[in-house]
């Protein structure tokens, strides 16, 4: 079982910057090490969107409206995949969510929120 917890979230002007984290907690090294990750978001009536993944052993993916300014990575070590976001607008702002997919079985954090102020 992989209990994913975000952090980071909270409320920013336009132009400014915010990491998100999500920590895998109660996983395994390996288990962590195998499985894609990814970060969603959503806003209120509307379904929930990538924003960008990054599969176990392959290249990190973008939606197009955060190409060139948001960032994902992760720590194998320390468990934990994060969404640096740059340069962030106004309709950045939504609930963010962590997922992760290991032996196709799908994990979802409790999401964080991002307000972007103009």
């Known amino acids: 079982q992989m209990q994913l917890v975000e952090s980071g979230g909270g409320l920013v002007q336009a132009g400014g910057s915010l990491r998100l984290s999500c920590l895998a907690s109660?996983?395994?090294?390996?288990?962590?090490?195998?499985?894609?990750f990814g970060w969603y978001r959503q806003t209120p009536g509307k379904e929930r969107e990538l924003v960008a993944e990054i599969p176990a052993g392959g290249t990190t993916k973008y939606a197009d409206f955060v190409k060139g300014r948001f960032t994902i990575s992760k720590d194998n070590n320390k468990k934990t995949i994060y969404l640096q976001m740059n340069s962030l607008k106004p309709e950045d702002t939504a609930v963010y969510y962590c997922?992760?997919?290991?032996?196709?079985?799908?994990?979802w954090g409790q999401g964080t929120p991002v307000t972007v102020a103009s």
């Open positions: 997922h992760a997919k290991y032996s196709n079985r799908d994990f």
């Open positions: 109660r996983s395994i090294l390996s288990t962590f090490w195998s499985s894609a």
